[in-house]
């Protein structure tokens, strides 16, 4: 199976910095037809996961443009160019260009 | 309103059956690729199961391959997870989704 590491794990931040989460995969995660299948979960205290990017750099429609993702081959980052109180969750990166798909372990954002 | 609904979840005790349901509104269900993620207490996300579109093709992670059957009624719009041979391991949150989108989840308890 891919193995999907994300660091931090944990990352306090002050409102209105920056932050920025990696996600390294065991394997390329290229897929036969050029696209690279990673995307990026939000999961609020108390509520299901919200994908937030997909295909590596695509924000899924009302997510706000602080939200960015990029990299390729097998390093990925997640970057929130100002992070606000409702940022305040657990950040998932995902692969889904392999069977099984495959989940980070979490990177666990809170305000400083 | 694109909006899934799971039901289902109970206390079971290990080696019992339970069908978890989910209902989808406000898209087409037979458009997408379908699949369960399960969050067990204080844990991670897992991708235990998809199903293509029109049903033909199935895919588990090893360890609920087997136990867990994953199946559609396009016409009814609903999504199902059957899973047998319950374990105290498989305590967790189950969220059906598409992939952008997921349900709230719910709470399979495998306990005696």
């Known amino acids: 199976d891919v193995v999907m590491a994300q660091s931090p794990l944990s990352l306090p931040v002050t409102l209105g910095q920056p932050a920025s989460i990696s996600c390294r995969s065991s394997q390329s995660l290229v897929y036969s037809d050029a696209n690279t299948y990673l995307s990026w979960f939000q999961q609020r205290p108390g509520q299901s996961p919200r994908r937030l990017i997909y295909k590596v750099s695509n924000r899924d429609s009302g997510v706000p443009d602080r939200f960015s993702g990029s990299g390729s081959g097998t390093d990925f980052t997640l970057k929130i160019s100002r992070v606000e109180a409702e940022d305040v969750g657990v950040y998932y990166c995902?692969?889904?260009?392999?069977?099984?798909?495959?989940f980070g372990q979490g990177t666990k954002l809170e305000i400083k | 309103e694109v909006q899934m609904v799971e039901s289902g979840g109970d206390l079971v005790q290990p080696g019992g059956s339970l069908r978890l349901s989910c209902a989808a509104s406000?898209?087409?269900?037979?458009?997408?690729?379908m699949g369960w993620v399960r969050q067990a207490p204080g844990k991670g996300l897992e991708w235990l199961a998809n199903?293509?579109?029109?049903?033909?093709?199935?895919y588990y992670v090893d360890y609920v391959r087997g136990r867990f059957t994953i199946s559609r009624d396009n016409a009814k719009n609903s999504l199902f997870l059957q899973m047998n041979s319950l374990r105290v391991e498989d305590t967790a949150v189950y969220y059906c989704g598409t992939g952008e989108t997921w349900g709230q989840g719910t709470l399979v308890t495998v306990s005696s």
């Open positions: 995902m692969q889904h260009t392999h069977w099984p798909h495959t």
């Open positions: 406000g898209f087409t269900l037979s458009d997408y690729w």
């Open positions: 199903i293509k579109q029109d049903g033909s093709e199935k």
